[in-house]
């Protein structure tokens, strides 16, 4: 599963070997100070959270989603497993314009690493 990881002003999504694969793409990273907003979810595939076209990557719906989801605004990245707790982080000036991921951290440990 994916997992935050935070290397000065830097901070990753960090992706096992197998994740990489599966989205086609290397773990995501961002500086901190293209951190918008965090927001917790109670399950990511619920309607309206999820925008657009995975291209590249991997999904069977309601079970993984990982890589790229495209939509007219621009790219998020994914790394969503079954219809688990998650977090939707919205970044500016970044390839990415949101991370979507499933997460048993609390969002308190989440909110730490941008703070």
Do not use: C
Not at 5 to 24: F, K, M, N, P
Request: aromatic share 12%; hydrophobic share 35%.
């Amino acid at each position: 599963m994916a997992e935050l990881l935070r290397t000065g002003d830097t901070v990753t999504l960090q992706l096992s070997r197998w994740e990489e694969i599966g989205a086609l793409h290397n773990s995501p990273t961002m500086e901190v100070s293209q951190y918008v907003s965090i927001r917790r979810y109670e399950n990511l595939w619920s309607r309206g959270i999820i925008r657009g076209i995975r291209a590249p990557g991997t999904g069977i719906f309601l079970f993984i989603l990982l890589g790229t989801i495209r939509h007219r605004h621009g790219k998020d990245f994914t790394a969503i497993y079954r219809r688990r707790p998650g977090y939707v982080i919205e970044i500016e000036g970044s390839e990415f314009k949101r991370w979507l991921f499933t997460s048993d951290k609390s969002e308190e440990l989440t909110k730490l690493i941008f703070d």
